[in-house]
DNA sequence: AGTCATTGTTACCTATGTTCACAATGACTT
DNA sequence: AAGTCATTGTGAACATAGGTAACAATGACT
């Protein structure tokens, strides 16, 4: 709703319909983005005297979260990203002694990444401080509105992947 | 409502209400984090024809915007980046003769940022790349969905910045 | 034994953004 | 006029998050 603002060449002949609807899909881009770098700064700020960064912290919850201590490439496919990037992060986590690698007995190629008593230790706080900062973030609405936004997210988030293993 | 999974070693004494807000809080961040991360996949994929990456395009975007060419500073504060971060943004789109450089007649410190001609044809072609892209994560929800979520949105980011002057 | 897929890693590259230092400029004081 | 200070943009260095490509070790299957 702001058609002034379009200052290129082409007329754009799209129907006052098909435009408000890309608008709000655009303006919820923009949205989106902007939200999650205040997000990335929330925690960051939360995370800082606790040495981990955000990465590094979803990395732990992962390992947390795991039953059995799981594998580089099962952490890869459960963050979605490459295998490569999980090796630095546990790098980093294992240097502050937050993880350790272990070595599967199965399977001499697989290293398997176990929470240390440290780790776990910083678990707590970690939770403590994310909920902060979510909490900075989230202010603004009430519990339903929130129920209103994880389920929506949650809609999105589960249609996502279809899993791209290629 | 997973307790099983808090390996630290506090017994966590809260009210069940409290954990489940908490459960809410934390998860909210996780999907935001999630979907940003195929949000910024999504951008590259669409943008990457064209040249240009996410914040080369929402510069892009903002200069064009702008009722009048912005100065840097303004771009800073409107993208809520450091200033340093837009010189690097417009170094790369002036090379690409996207916007240009002008000098402002009443000061010599201040640079003003103009869009070129091919620059705003760019724009509308990336309006179409970034409605596509934004189209590919939001195709779970239907337009009253979307609404709701924008609505949500906005609430967050209208509640935002205190503008950190500081 | 030979081929192939899996697993993790080393070595780079990119994108985005930050802090620090600095030079040029403007504004304001003495 | 000179001095002080804030503003403006930028160079240099670094951090975070991620990605590609090549590779070695290993397992699995023929």
Redesign the pocket.
């Known amino acids: 709703m702001d058609p002034r603002t379009t200052p290129a060449p082409e007329p754009a002949a799209e129907s006052a319909a098909e435009s408000a609807a890309a608008e709000t899909t655009g303006r919820l881009a923009d949205q989106l ?1 902007n939200l999650t ?1 205040r997000l ?2 929330a ?2 700020r939360h995370l800082e005297p606790l040495g981990i ?6 990395l732990l919850r992962t390992v947390a979260h795991s039953e059995a201590p799981p ?6 496919r459960r ?14 986590l294992e240097t502050h002694d937050l993880v350790r ?1 272990i070595p ?1 007995p ?7 990444i176990e929470l240390t008593e440290a780790g776990g230790a910083t678990l707590h706080r970690l939770r403590l401080a994310r909920r902060a900062a979510a909490e900075d973030l989230l202010a603004p609405l009430d519990t339903p509105q929130r129920e209103a936004l994880t389920a929506l997210l949650a809609t999105l988030d589960a249609a996502a992947p279809p899993r791209p293993r290629c």
Do not use: C, E, N, Y
């Open positions: 983005l770098k990335h700064r925690q960051r960064t955000p990465a590094q912290s979803r594998r580089m490439a099962d952490l890869a963050l979605d990203v490459v295998p490569r990037a999980v090796t630095t992060l546990v790098d980093a690698r599967d199965a399977s001499r190629r697989v290293i398997r």
